[in-house]
């Protein structure tokens, strides 16, 4: 395995190339209309399904993905269900996230988290709420590109934004699946123990390691409102 020492800009450390990178420091309504029931009012709609993403494609690549080796990695995206035209409580039922691959098999945990701010580069850990739900999730040191699907569910208000953090504890690393396409919002990583103490735009992560990649984080959530 070839060793790659590059500097960071705002994250101190360096990185290494592998199977991902290494760095070492510092995505049709279906309702139904309800039929009048014999004197009495309509019955409800069916709920309408929906998936919430925020990537042009949900395909893994090869070799296009990073973590912090060793240690404890964690993965977000931020959705809010208004953006996709919903004005009523979003249910979730289940996410869908890449694995590029694992050194190990990997007992990690999902979380479903309100956010009450605007993502930008960086979100802001006080503005996380407290998980509506957590779920566990063991990803097989087989996966190699690929999707898993998760399923967990939680009832979103109206209105209001939520995080899908995927919590890896090392020491095995994740490589988290990536392509290199476009994205109407980031995906984010939060690792400590390389010096990314708040969750940060990915592509950032990436740009100040001199990787050198186009990554867009695979993650999607379906659901029904």
Do not use: W
Request: aromatic residues 4%.
């Amino acid at each position: 395995m070839n060793r790659l020492v590059l500097c960071c800009l705002a994250i101190t450390g360096c990185a290494t190339a592998g199977p991902g990178n290494e760095i070492v420091g510092g995505l049709t309504d279906a309702g139904t209309e309800g039929r009048p029931g014999r004197g009495g009012p309509d019955a409800p709609s069916a709920p309408a399904d929906l998936i919430l993403s925020q990537t042009a494609s949900s395909d893994v690549i090869a070799d296009n993905s990073f973590d912090c080796p060793g240690d404890a990695n964690s993965f977000f995206r931020v959705f809010t269900p208004s953006d996709d035209g919903v004005t009523n409580t979003f249910v979730v039922a289940e996410v869908d996230f890449g694995i590029q691959a694992a050194s190990d098999d990997i007992a990690a945990t999902m979380k479903l988290v309100p956010y009450t701010g605007t993502p930008g580069d960086t979100l802001d850990p006080t503005l996380l709420g407290t998980a509506l739900i957590s779920q566990p999730v063991q990803i097989a040191k087989t996966a190699t590109a690929t999707t898993m699907k998760v399923p967990i569910t939680a009832s979103i208000p109206a209105g209001t934004s939520f995080a899908v953090e995927l919590d890896e504890p090392g020491p095995a690393d994740l490589y988290i699946g990536t392509n290199s396409g476009t994205e109407t919002k980031p995906g984010y990583l939060l690792a400590p123990g390389c010096g990314i103490t708040v969750p940060t735009k990915i592509q950032t992560v990436d740009d100040a390691n001199h990787f050198g990649t186009t990554v867009v984080m695979v993650m999607a959530v379906n659901g029904s409102h």
